[in-house]
């Protein structure tokens, strides 16, 4: 049994990226280490460390403690943030340091000094242990750190396909403006090209209270439960999400329920996304609305992609997915080093799907809104960018705290 301490960045309700850390410290636990959590910050008036955790996220954990500044001796601490590695890196006493990464979270600054910090956090000799393969493949060709990883799986209780659902003609997009990397400009403008060439077709968007500022007809479903979303995935034709960094696991639990997937085709999907169950395209809403189109024009391909989507993920239950990390996580306690990942490794072996007859020639109308430049000025920003210029300071004065 290993002591493992967790460095883990002040809590936010409903957050993904926390309850993926916490998932992955109770498994630790149930293998029989024991966890010792350092929440940053503070929580409620009158409210222990353990229920300021398991009120949000549900899970129980007795060694927990408010902020960073007193890390007991372990066996091995985990950096789950840019600004934790350098306290990982300069704790007083001897133990392994992995850190768990979970998105190349330099992307989330403009370039500038928090770019830069957050991309020397992979410079610190800790040893990274990565939820899917581009990341993994990334680090080791841009910083030379051989690190291990786990792949993407879902919650198959959950994501699953419904006996009795019936598939109508429609596109769920995961619009949530509050995140750049989640592209929700562009996506909007494949659909608005995809409403123009098949008027039928419904759209609907969901993940973000915010309503998009657009010209044509969509439904806006705003915040989802997990089985509504589920429910979402079973009924549509085909699901949006697009990622201009590590993927979302929102594909995978897509593909869980049996719905076709587009998303983006670069360097940061190619690694962990399957040929036969997605359509990777051009970054353009062009090459988007193409790959969109093909799935809504063609029944066969969508049910082709549909039984693929459902075989990729029958060996991806979420338990596989700790299971993968408890191990990564013991190799290193046992002083294991991680080998290279190879090239060959990636999932995607196709070409990114380009602009083509199915979009074809738009008019001139719909091309000179395509082509309007967003707007810069940062007093009419929309709300959701005004909070992550605010966050970015805020993250950036957390860090010099712990310096």
């Known amino acids: 049994m290993a002591e493992i301490a967790w460095l883990i960045p002040r809590l936010i309700d409903g957050s993904g990226g926390h309850r993926t850390m916490l998932q992955h410290a109770h498994a630790l636990e149930k293998k029989g280490h024991r966890c010792h959590l350092y929440i940053e910050g503070t929580g409620a008036p009158g409210e222990t460390p353990p229920e300021h955790v398991e009120k949000r996220f549900g899970y129980r954990f007795e060694n927990v403690r408010f902020g960073w500044g007193d890390v007991r001796r372990a066996d091995l601490v985990v950096a789950t943030v840019w600004y934790s590695a350098p306290v990982v890196a300069n704790l007083p006493f001897p133990c392994e340091k992995i850190y768990f990464v979970q998105d190349f979270e330099a992307c989330f600054f403009p370039m500038g000094d928090a770019f830069l910090l957050a991309e020397n956090s992979y410079t610190h000799g800790l040893t990274p242990v990565t ?126 329920a049996g719905l076709p997937v587009v998303e983006l085709w670069r360097g940061n999907t190619v690694h962990d996304f399957p040929d036969d169950a997605m359509r990777l395209c051009h970054q353009t809403p062009e090459a988007i609305a193409e790959g969109l189109l093909d799935v809504l024009a063609d029944p066969a391909l969508a049910a082709r992609m549909s039984e693929a989507a459902r075989a990729f993920m029958r060996d991806r239950a979420i338990a596989i997915e700790t299971e993968q990390f408890c191990h990564a996580v013991e190799r290193v306690l046992a002083g294991e080093r991680a080998a290279p990942l190879e090239d060959r490794e990636r999932l995607y072996r196709a070409g990114p799907v380009f602009a083509g007859e199915r979009v074809g020639v738009l008019p001139a109308a719909l091309r000179a809104r395509l082509a309007e430049p967003p707007n810069a000025r940062l007093n009419e920003l929309p709300p959701h960018l005004r909070k992550f210029v605010a966050w970015g300071a805020r993250t950036a004065r957390r860090l010099l705290e712990y310096r």
């Not at 403006?177 to 659909?191: N, T, Y």
Request: aromatic residues 10%.
């Open 131 to 256: 939820i899917g393969r581009w990341l993994r493949h990334e680090l080791q060709s841009r910083f030379g750190t051989a690190g291990w990883h786990f792949d993407f799986g879902a919650d198959t209780a959950v994501y699953r396909p419904l006996p009795d659902a019936t598939r109508e003609r429609s596109v769920c997009f995961i619009h949530k403006p509050e995140k750049p990397r989640r592209c929700a400009r562009i996506g909007l403008q494949a659909l608005s090209i995809v409403k123009h060439r098949m008027p039928d077709v419904k759209i609907q968007l969901y993940g973000s209270q915010e309503k998009p500022r657009v010209d044509f007809p969509v439904e806006h479903l705003g915040l989802l439960d997990y089985e509504a979303c589920n429910a979402l995935y079973n009924r549509a034709a085909v699901g949006l999400c697009l990622s201009s960094s590590n993927p979302s696991r929102i594909p995978f639990e897509m593909m869980a």
